[in-house]
């Protein structure tokens, strides 16, 4: 199974953008079959976190709590001691070996179809 990626910063978009470009690209995502996504939005210029970062993590713990998606992982908790990046690894064990994984990477978060 492989991890749809999706770079939401590319081309410094506004956040209204890059949430345009999540919502299509997970709607394209389910629709193709792929259960993994990874998002790319940065952590920001301030490092501080960026306005993408918290926005990208405020609409998936929505569309979380609508059932749109079944649970997301912010990088800087994405491994084995996440309860949700287990069930990634579980569906799919490449993801363990993912570049992200384990390295707490602020600028991207891992989404669960």
Do not use: C, W
Not at 15 to 44: D, P, S
Not at 48 to 60: E, K, M, N, S, Y
């Amino acid at each position: 199974m492989a991890i749809k990626v999706i770079n939401l910063e590319a081309g410094m978009p506004t956040v209204e953008a890059a949430r345009m470009r999540m919502n299509q690209g997970l709607r394209t995502a389910r629709m193709g079959g792929i259960r993994l996504v990874k998002l790319i939005h940065g952590y920001g210029s301030s490092g501080r976190g960026g306005a993408i970062r918290r926005d990208v993590q405020t609409q998936l713990a929505a569309k979380r709590a609508k059932g749109e998606i079944r649970g997301f992982v912010p990088g800087e908790d994405f491994s084995a001691f996440d309860a949700t990046a287990r069930q990634m690894v579980d569906l799919d064990p490449a993801v363990a070996r993912d570049i992200d994984y384990g390295r707490q990477n602020h600028g991207i978060t891992m989404v669960l179809l």
